[in-house]
């Protein structure tokens, strides 16, 4: 064994032979109060699925009034009750409640804690060597706080009054005045109070994924070679403790101004003729404030999603990730200009010209680091022994939409051209295509890649590939057409167009908008079906079923507590060594884990690498 290897070897015995207890749990503490951070992570995607069912009926519902005004809604009146009109109609009022809970589910329970929440405590540990989380605890804490923040979501669709009903990011005055419609009433509170619960537990989440990353990796991990997943989840974590707090302040200065007669958002504000007290308050503050979350917010979904297909397209590309130091520095990039470009949302708002360049010129560039990644994703894919599994289908589909959608960003980054397309359709179709689409196809590509790992169990490859390709052409089918309508001049939130003759033309293609939503969403049954049949009816799976280097294949193929049952590996290489030349002549085939010294492998070491070995050796 090199003096290299040797050395990394003497670290793991101080740092890996830690005292492991085997731990015995009952169902409670196994099940529910569970501080093994596998279990939270299955806590968070199993409670993500179901968010993610509510808020896409919740699209199905709306999109039939959308696409089909005339239609007689009267046999969802069990459901919605009195939320249908006497005529069989939704409720106007309650169709901006739908759009507005639409929004916040799948933004924030089902693409922040459902994809973020899941893989970071999943995989953060065992891919860089931790037996659990700095704070199992804490990291309990995250979930329950979570679950709590779902309850009191979950309950606001149900109160008389009905949900919040002031767009996803609530604006004032009409979020801040209780009076001002049914849905600013008692559930807005309970937004605000669900919001509240959902930042407590991102923030617990955060702190313990940044801690575990820089302080409990194992002998060998350094940071050059950290799984871009980690990096992802890293820096997301990041972003998360520096954003978040910042709408939580948002929020409760909002509490204030409702129950408490500030006027921090609400001046000059006349109400039946009658003009309120509070003045001096400006609603444009709580659109700073929203934003500086709101922008991050978008790397906070995408960030692990990136991440994800890093992994799944190099494993299944059989070839080294490219440009592995670019990748890093493209997410350290977005990471920090994610938090100076929140006011391209609001060059409508009256922002001075001259702000209004800066944050055009701001968002361009963070086209670059992002441009950076779809070239090495592409770079990867060319001329690789591509394996198409279904977790690599939906990675090449994610970067499929990040193209696209990005490329529409373009325009709404440019202030000139945001002002006629601002609150149209083109800006829904935008974001659902670079944001929502393609984070959702990270999250699949890793329920499908890591389901093994999760469940001991194989899910079905061929249903698989049914649901990717419905899916696939379902969102493009539902989006593209948006951004022409857009164009058009569609705004969006209006409940119908039947009244307007300008849009009269384009019903039809509104229609088919929603019959491909329709479609879109009911392919998602495949998915539920696939994941809970196999989770115990399918194949058992392998130790190592991708032949993946990274540490987590090296754990049982169902770990206990604690993940590794004896010392924890050590690593010394990084995790992208797939078809070395002549690693055959070492006795692999096309993948060197990283637990495998240089030392063993002689043949297929890199000039770099030879000369590291060599280097300690002389000292």
């Not at 419905?470 to 009244?499: D, E, Q």
Request: a negative charge; zero cysteines; charged letters at 10%.
């Amino acid at each position: 064994m090199s003096t290299l290897d040797t050395q990394t070897a003497a670290h793991v015995e101080d740092h890996a032979h830690d005292d492991h207890h085997e731990h015995h749990d009952n169902f409670w503490t196994k099940y529910i109060f569970s501080t093994d951070h596998k279990m939270i992570g299955k806590q968070f995607l199993v409670t993500g699925i179901f968010w993610a069912i509510i808020g896409g009926a919740l699209s199905m519902i709306f999109r039939l009034q959308l696409g089909f005004p005339d239609m007689d809604l009267e046999w969802i009146r069990p459901i919605l009750g009195n939320w249908i009109t006497p005529q069989g109609k939704l409720d106007p009022e309650f169709y901006l409640a739908l759009v507005t809970m639409h929004g916040t589910i799948m933004v924030f329970f089902v693409l922040t804690a459902g994809l973020s929440g899941t893989f970071s405590n999943y995989l953060i540990p065992l891919q860089i060597g931790a037996r659990d989380m700095a704070s199992g605890f804490m990291n309990m804490l995250s979930y329950w706080f979570f679950f709590l923040s779902g309850v009191v979501m979950l309950v606001s669709l149900f109160i008389e009054t009905g949900p919040a009903s002031a767009g996803w990011w609530n604006y004032p005055p009409l979020s801040a005045l209780p009076q001002a419609v049914s849905g600013s009433g008692a559930g807005m509170t309970m937004w605000l109070v669900a919001m509240a619960l959902f930042i407590v537990s991102s923030l617990l989440g955060s702190i313990n994924y940044i801690t575990t990353v820089i302080n409990l990796r194992t002998a060998g991990m350094t940071l050059a070679r950290l799984p871009l997943t980690i990096w992802s989840f890293f820096l997301t974590a990041i972003i998360g403790v520096l954003s978040f707090p910042v709408l939580l302040a948002a929020a409760l200065l909002l509490i204030f101004d409702r129950g408490f007669g500030t006027a921090f958002y609400l001046s000059e504000i006349y109400i039946g003729g009658e003009a309120l007290p509070q003045v001096g308050g400006s609603p444009i503050l709580y659109q700073h404030l929203f934003w500086f979350l709101g922008h991050p917010e978008v790397y906070i979904v995408l960030l692990p999603a990136l991440g994800i297909t890093s992994e799944v397209i190099s494993t299944n590309s059989r070839k080294p990730i490219f440009g592995y130091r670019a990748m890093i520095g493209s997410m350290l990039g977005i990471t920090i200009l994610s938090f100076v470009v929140w006011a391209h949302h609001m060059f409508v708002s009256g922002m001075n010209p001259f702000l209004g360049t800066i944050f055009t010129l701001l968002t361009l560039i963070i086209a670059v680091p992002s441009a950076v990644k779809v070239f090495n994703y592409l770079a990867t894919l060319w001329r690789g022994n591509i394996v198409f599994t279904p977790a690599t289908l939906f990675s090449i589909g994610l970067v499929s939409l990040f193209i696209s959608g990005g490329l529409t960003g373009i325009f709404l980054g440019n202030s000139a051209i945001d002002i006629q397309l601002h609150d149209t359709y083109f800006v829904v179709a935008h974001f659902h295509l670079v944001m929502g689409s393609a984070s959702f196809f990270g999250l699949m590509a890793g329920v499908y890649h890591w389901f093994p790992k999760m469940f001991g169990r194989m899910m079905d490859s061929r249903l698989g590939y049914v649901h990717f390709w419905l899916t696939f052409i379902g969102v493009y089918m539902v989006f593209f057409p948006m951004h022409y309508i857009g164009i058009a001049g569609f705004p969006r939130h209006y409940y119908s167009f039947t009244n307007f003759q300008a849009f009269s033309g384009f019903s039809d293609l509104n229609a088919f908008v929603s019959a491909a939503a329709i479609f879109t969403f009911v392919a998602q049954l495949i998915f539920l079906f696939n994941f809970f049949y196999s989770m115990y009816k399918g194949r058992r799976a392998p130790q190592n079923p991708w032949n993946s280097n990274t540490l987590e294949w090296t754990t049982p193929i169902e770990p206990g507590h604690g993940n590794w049952p004896g010392a924890i590996p050590a690593v010394y290489r990084w995790p992208y060594d797939y078809s070395k030349p002549n690693a055959d002549k070492d006795g692999f085939e096309d993948f060197i884990p990283q637990t495998v010294p240089l030392s063993e492998t002689p043949n297929s070491n890199l000039p770099f690498e030879k000369e590291q070995m060599e280097e300690v050796k002389q000292k």
